[in-house]
């Protein structure tokens, strides 16, 4: 065989090697934009469905906190299953990434127990409903308002506004205190008086001015008694009940009642005093 033959020959392989890699490479890329068109296409049908959902749900009234919760639900399981399908049509096999997909995520359960124990924890937490979106709660050492309650971690807006995410299975596991729970709650605040002073005197008065605060309750009514002596003299515990709506008002209003009625009324102020005694 001559040289020209040789080359000729080099030159028809050279010619079919690369055409075998354009059709390899233009039905490997159509497959990419076709994968790529299922993505935007499918990411868009979940948020339509999940969107449909919550309006129907919401509709029929269903709670703010298990619609949310179903939400987050619904958009992973979804979003796993596309991922799964596109993977399949551009070729990878399902049952081998089925078969990869238990064996990380046992590995993943295995190191990331914490993380699953929330996600239990937060299950447990709609079930069981120790409270739902909207209610003022003290758990987890967070109090605030529940702006919404997720797969793994509670979201707890603070008196200070700010966003706090608390893990649902430390949440579940400690003491958790519904401050929305029932209808009304007491504001506990603390008066000093001097040992001198008239201590019923002062609780009358406190007692008729507290009561005339907006939004504090008639009934219960409004207590004040003694609650402890120091050396100062008796601590009147001031306690009026009011709406968990109206808790800061009543608080704040309640502590500048009890400053104006010790000071207008002339009672002695608290001085601290002891006796000694030299022997």
């Known amino acids: 065989m001559d040289e020209q033959t ?38 868009w049908l979940i948020h339509f469905t999940i969107g449909l959902m919550q309006r129907t749900l919401t509709g029929k009234r269903v709670d703010p906190t298990v619609l949310r919760y179903l939400s987050s639900f619904l958009l992973v399981s979804l979003n796993i ?81 700010v966003r706090t995410l608390v893990g649902n299975n430390k949440i579940f596991t400690d003491n958790i205190q519904n401050f929305s729970a029932n209808r009304y709650r007491r504001v506990d605040l603390k008066a000093q008086l001097s040992a001198t002073a008239d201590w019923q005197a002062v609780a009358e008065q406190l007692r008729q001015r507290v009561a005339a605060i907006d939004n504090v309750l008639a009934e219960p009514g409004v207590d004040v008694a003694i609650l402890d002596f ?45 006796t000694v005694i030299v022997q």
Request: hydrophobic share 50%; aromatic share 10%; net charge neutral.
């Open 81 to 161: 299953l596309l991922i799964v399908g596109i993977l399949g049509y551009v070729g990878v096999q399902t049952t081998t990434f089925a078969a990869l997909i238990a064996a990380v995520g046992l590995a993943i359960g295995l190191a990331w127990s914490g993380l699953l124990a929330n996600l239990a924890a937060g299950g447990f937490i709609i079930v069981l409903r120790p409270f739902k979106v909207g209610d003022v709660i003290c758990a987890g050492g967070v109090t605030g308002t529940v702006t919404e309650i997720g797969l793994f971690a509670t979201t707890i807006n603070t008196p200070d506004n």
């Open 230 to 274: 120091n050396l100062v003299g008796p601590v009147l515990a001031v306690r009026p009940y009011c709406h968990n709506d109206h808790y800061g008002q009543v608080y704040f209003e309640t502590n500048k009642v009890i400053k104006e009625t010790l000071g207008e009324a002339g009672f002695p102020g608290p001085v601290p005093a002891q």
């Open 6 to 43: 040789l080359i000729v020959a080099s030159t028809e392989k050279a010619s079919q090697l690369w055409q075998l890699v354009i059709d390899y490479g233009f039905a490997f890329g159509v497959k990419i934009i076709v994968a790529l068109v299922f993505w935007v296409v499918g990411r």
